[in-house]
């Protein structure tokens, strides 16, 4: 596996939400508008923070979403409004390297410009994606 250890313009942003379905209705519309080219639903979560002056404890389901520096600013102005939370948790780590091929991926299904070809890209990969599992 060859890997791309330089700094990349790649993030990953983590989100929370209340349900698995939120989530992934979340994750949908998000890919849809290629804001993200991938979301990750991690159920399970068991959160406790500070809300409206008290200490509050609560089951969430913690959501990853892959997608570019180029696309964050459109991502961080589109959750709040689809998300049922007041003030929903939208964060972002650089990736500081990963596997070429992936971060491609990554770059084109996020862009516009090539939204036909990487369309096709990305059902080839699923399928091979599906093989090998």
Do not use: N
């Not at 700094?7 to 379905?21: H, M, Q, R, V």
């Amino acid at each position: 596996m060859k890997r791309d250890d330089s700094t990349t313009p790649f993030l990953a942003a983590l989100t929370t939400a209340p349900s698995a379905e939120t989530a992934k209705r979340l994750v949908r519309t998000l890919v849809e508008r290629r804001l993200v080219a991938c979301g990750t639903i991690l159920p399970g979560a068991a959160s406790t923070y500070w809300w409206h002056g008290a200490v509050t404890e609560e089951e969430e389901v913690v959501v990853i979403l892959k997608t570019t520096a180029t696309r964050w600013a459109a991502l961080a102005a589109a959750l709040p409004a689809l998300h049922p939370y007041e003030v929903p948790e939208l964060v972002a780590l650089p990736i500081a390297g990963g596997y070429r091929p992936y971060l491609e991926w990554l770059r084109a299904e996020t862009g516009a410009a090539e939204a036909g070809r990487a369309r096709s890209r990305g059902r080839a990969r699923a399928s091979r994606r599906k093989r090998k599992e």
